[in-house]
């Protein structure tokens, strides 16, 4: 229970952080990057689910991907 609670503390915090990069979703960017890092999803899936292309899957997984590694050495400081 105390762990959902702080991860779902963590992605509201991602998300509010994330707003200030010009992407106008920010959730969905990061549910992306889950898909693809937590979920096994190919390129192909997330592409289908999200109505884009595997290579914006791609794009968006890496940004993510360093966003969420900076963002969580920035918490680990604190």
């Known amino acids: 229970m105390e762990q959902t609670l ?3 503390q963590l992605v509201a915090m ?6 200030h990069h010009a992407r ?8 992306i990057w ?4 937590w979920g096994g999803m190919t390129l192909e899936d997330v592409g289908q689910k ?3 292309t595997r ?4 794009q968006i997984h890496t940004s ?6 900076n963002f969580m050495k920035e918490v680990e400081a604190e």
Request: charged fraction near 45%.
């Open 55 to 58: 290579e914006r899957v791609r």
């Open 64 to 69: 993510v991907g360093g966003f969420v590694k």
């Open 24 to 31: 106008p979703d920010p959730m969905r960017d990061l549910l």
């Open 14 to 19: 991602m998300v509010e952080k994330r707003k």
């Open 6 to 8: 702080i991860a779902k």
């Open 50 to 52: 999200h109505s884009i």
């Open 34 to 37: 889950a898909e693809r890092e």
